[in-house]
């Protein structure tokens, strides 16, 4: 059974930093496009991040524009993780982010959450201003 468990969220104010982590089990991700979306109060789930595989071992990085030059995402093959390190937090950063990883392999950044079949649980992040 193919699991995917976030951590790291909280509460922090507006300027500071969290580093989502999120661990999958069930199965290896190394190669395949793993992400994080999130969704806030009353809002439609919204991409965030992604990568895709450049060649073995090796990974590319793609943001949504409301968080490039803050967000980093970045992934360890060997603990089949991703994580997203938010820095200069904003209060409209405020949502439940979730993991995301796709057992489909692809050339394009995914940044649609239909091209994802598997899902963490979600981890909440509220920035206070």
């Known amino acids: 059974q193919v699991q995917l468990v976030e951590s790291g969220g909280g509460l922090v104010h507006t300027g500071g930093s969290l580093r989502l982590s999120c661990a999958a089990s069930?199965?290896?991700?190394?190669?395949?496009?793993m992400g994080w979306f999130r969704q806030a109060p009353g809002k439609e789930r919204e991409f965030v991040a992604t990568?895709?595989?450049?060649?073995?071992?090796?990974?590319?990085?793609y943001n949504a524009d409301s968080v490039k030059g803050r967000f980093i995402i970045s992934r360890d093959n060997g603990k089949n993780s991703v994580y997203l390190q938010m820095n200069s937090l904003k209060p409209e950063d405020t949502a439940v982010y979730y993991c995301a990883a796709s057992i489909h392999g692809s050339p394009n950044f995914y940044t649609t959450s239909g091209s994802y079949e598997y899902w963490g649980q979600g981890t909440r992040v509220t920035v206070s201003s």
């Open positions: 069930g199965r290896t991700f190394n190669t395949y496009p």
């Open positions: 990568t895709r595989s450049s060649r073995p071992g090796a990974y590319e990085g």
